[in-house]
C-alpha cells in the first residue's frame, strides 16, 4: 500500500515538473501579449538575453529567464509539443528531477554559448535572444540518449527511432532551417550540454562496482558487533568497519 502510494506521488510529481514547465513558458507568452500592447515589449527586453556581455551586468537574471520567453504563438506551440513528447519520455527513463536539470542546464548552456559566439564572429552577434528551444532540444538530446531505440509513431512516416527523430531536429535546429542564425550557437550549446551529460552519466553507470560486496561485507561485521560488541573486532575489522560505514549507502 505504502509503496503503491509513493509510486503515485512520484508520478504526480513527475508530471508536475514537465506541466509546469509549460504553464510558465505559457503564462509568460500571455503576460508578453500585454506587455507589448501596454508596455512597448519592456518586459520581454528585460527578460531576452543580451549577446553583449556588459549586458549581463544589467541583466544578470537573462541566463535564466530568455528560455521561457516567446513572443510568437507558433514558436511557442511548437516548441512545447517537443517538450512534452521528449520531456515524458525522459522523465519515464531519468526522473523529473533529470527533465528540470537538463531543461534549465541546456538553456544555461546555449546562453553561454550564444555569448561567446557573439564575441568571437562579431558578425553574428548583436541584438538579443529570446525563445526556449535551447533548452527544449537539449531535452530532446537526453531523450535519445536515454531511449534511443523506443520508436515513436509519426504520421505519414511511421514509426521511428528517437535518435533519428532527434537527430533530424538537430541538424534543423543547429543549421538555421527553424530560425535566425543567431541562434543556432544557443541551441548547439543545448544540445552538447545534454550529450556531454549522458555521456557522463552513462560513464558513471559502466564503472565498476563492489557496492553489494562491500554492503554484504559491512552487514557481517555490524552482526559481529551485535552478537560480541565493538570491542570483539580486530584493529583491521575496525578499519574496515569505519571506511565501509562511510562508502557504502545503507
Known amino acids: ?15 508536475n515538473a514537465l506541466w509546469v514547465l509549460v504553464a510558465v513558458n505559457a503564462v509568460v507568452w500571455l503576460a508578453s501579449i500585454v506587455d507589448v500592447k501596454l508596455l512597448h515589449g519592456s518586459m520581454v527586453v528585460a527578460l531576452a538575453l543580451p549577446s553583449a556581455p556588459q549586458g549581463l551586468l544589467v541583466r544578470p537574471w537573462s541566463p535564466l529567464t530568455y528560455m ?30 533529470t527533465l528540470l536539470w537538463t531543461y534549465v ?31 527544449v532540444l537539449a531535452v530532446a538530446v537526453a531523450a535519445a540518449f536515454a ?8 504520421w505519414l512516416i511511421g514509426s521511428v527511432k528517437v535518435k533519428w527523430i532527434v537527430a533530424v531536429m ?11 542564425m ?30 553489494d560486496d562491500e ?18 573486532l580486530s584493529r583491521r575489522d575496525k578499519e574496515r568497519l569505519f571506511n565501509l560505514s562511510h562508502r557504502v549507502r545503507r
Not at 1 to 15: E, H, Q
Not at 73 to 82: A, G, Q, Y
Not at 170 to 180: E, N, R
Request: aromatic share 10%.
Open 1 to 15: 500500500m505504502a509503496t503503491g502510494l509513493c509510486d503515485i506521488r512520484g508520478r504526480l510529481s513527475a508530471c
Open 68 to 97: 521561457f520567453v516567446q513572443t510568437d504563438f507558433f514558436h511557442l506551440l511548437f516548441n512545447m509539443l517537443w517538450l512534452v513528447c521528449f520531456g515524458r519520455l525522459l522523465m519515464l527513463a531519468r526522473g523529473a528531477r
Open 105 to 135: 542546464g541546456g538553456g544555461v548552456a546555449g546562453a553561454v554559448v550564444f555569448i561567446l559566439a557573439g564575441m568571437i564572429f562579431p558578425a553574428f552577434g548583436g541584438g538579443s535572444l529570446i525563445g526556449s528551444s535551447a533548452a
Open 147 to 154: 531511449v534511443p531505440d523506443l520508436e515513436l509513431p509519426l
Open 170 to 180: 538537430c541538424v534543423l535546429f543547429c543549421a538555421g532551417f527553424t530560425g535566425p
Open 182 to 211: 543567431t541562434a543556432n550557437s544557443a541551441h548547439i550549446g543545448g544540445a552538447a550540454y545534454a550529450a556531454l551529460a549522458a555521456i557522463w552519466h552513462k560513464r558513471g553507470k559502466c564503472r565498476p562496482r563492489k557496492t
Open 215 to 232: 554492503a554484504a561485507e559491512l552487514d557481517r561485521l555490524l552482526d559481529k558487533v551485535k552478537r560480541s560488541g565493538y570491542d570483539s
